[in-house]
């Protein structure tokens, strides 16, 4: 299914439809979907990746935002009784619903970058039914995502402890703004990140969250001044990490570690 040449991307969708068919190939080679699986494509647009992924015959779901593409992938891919077109917002999709109890999802997609994270922290918030997730996102984001504790450096925030503290991410390959339509601004990766355990019992996932969004959104000052704004009251002694520190120089396992120990310790 090609763009149509009167079609108008919406800017408010942040849209830049793939259009090279070798990149999506590549994708959906490494991707490697098998008959048994169960995919969640984010945001199908005109079926790139949809045309590679729904042959196989997998449990296919194609979660679309735009209601001008829903008709039009309904009827590319009606004869397909294994695959579902539903127009909705990925952010709000019940992804447990979809599931089946002996198989977790599977999510790929080409993203809209001005929404990245919150589409990342949307499938991390349901991580326990998901598999693994593979997904187009702006080369800079694909590096934080990845960055490491030992760096130190910048890179390593949010996205990072987030991603790693529930998953194993890697960046599969890099693609220059000339295989999308409209171009973007910015080169591209594909990310893949493969569900896992973490690396330590966490008592409160939503609470470790919370708290890994309030010390990153203050990397500047120490854990003692982020933390003590976060809670609203004073930090008791006796914590696992030393309060002086600044949150990109703690590993994803030293975080958890505090983020227990302020769980036993915050009422």
């Given at each position: 299914?090609?763009?149509?040449?009167?079609?108008?991307?919406?800017?408010?969708?942040?849209?830049?439809?793939?259009?090279?068919?070798?990149?999506?190939?590549?994708?959906?080679?490494?991707?490697?979907?098998?008959?048994?699986?169960?995919?969640?494509?984010?945001?199908?647009?005109?079926?790139?990746?949809?045309?590679?992924?729904?042959?196989?015959?997998?449990r296919y779901f194609g979660i679309e935002i735009d209601e001008r593409l829903v008709p039009l992938l309904q009827?590319?891919?009606?004869?397909?009784?294994?695959?579902?077109?539903?127009?909705?917002?990925?952010?709000?999709?019940?992804?447990?619903?979809?599931?089946?109890?002996?198989?977790?999802?599977?999510?790929?997609?080409?993203?809209?970058?001005?929404?990245?994270?919150?589409?990342?922290?949307?499938?991390?918030?349901?991580?326990?039914?998901?598999?693994?997730?593979?997904?187009?996102?702006?080369?800079?984001?694909?590096?934080?995502?990845?960055?490491?504790?030992?760096t130190g450096g910048k890179d390593y925030g949010i996205l990072s402890v987030i991603s790693q503290t529930f998953?194993?991410?890697?960046?599969?390959?890099?693609?220059?703004?000339?295989?999308?339509?409209?171009?973007?601004?910015?080169?591209?990766?594909?990310?893949?990140?493969?569900?896992?355990?973490?690396?330590?019992?966490?008592?409160?996932?939503?609470?470790?969250?919370?708290?890994?969004k309030a010390v990153f959104g203050q990397r500047r000052k120490t854990l003692r001044r982020s933390l003590a704004?976060?809670?609203?009251?004073?930090?008791?002694?006796?914590?696992?990490?030393?309060?002086?520190?600044?949150?990109?120089?703690?590993?994803?396992?030293?975080?958890?570690?505090?983020?227990?120990?302020?769980?036993?310790?915050?009422?």
């Open positions: 299914m090609n763009i149509p040449p009167q079609f108008s991307p919406k800017k408010s969708l942040g849209q830049n439809f793939l259009i090279d068919a070798n990149i999506a190939r590549k994708m959906v080679q490494l991707i490697a979907p098998q008959p048994e699986d169960t995919i969640v494509e984010i945001g199908p647009g005109f079926g790139v990746l949809t045309k590679y992924l729904i042959p196989i015959g997998c009827k590319e891919y009606a004869a397909y009784p294994r695959a579902e077109i539903l127009h909705q917002d990925f952010r709000k999709a019940d992804l447990a619903a979809l599931a089946a109890p002996e198989n977790k999802l599977r999510l790929v997609g080409n993203i809209p970058y001005h929404i990245t994270s919150s589409i990342v922290f949307a499938a991390f918030a349901q991580h326990r039914v998901l598999r693994d997730m593979t997904l187009t996102v702006q080369k800079e984001v694909a590096e934080r995502i990845v960055a490491a504790a030992e998953a194993q991410t890697e960046i599969l390959f890099t693609m220059s703004p000339h295989v999308f339509r409209p171009k973007p601004e910015v080169d591209s990766a594909v990310v893949r990140w493969t569900f896992q355990p973490p690396p330590e019992n966490l008592l409160d996932e939503a609470f470790y969250v919370r708290m890994v704004s976060f809670l609203q009251k004073e930090l008791s002694p006796g914590l696992p990490v030393d309060l002086q520190r600044r949150p990109e120089t703690l590993s994803i396992r030293e975080l958890i570690q505090l983020a227990n120990a302020l769980i036993l310790t915050k009422d």
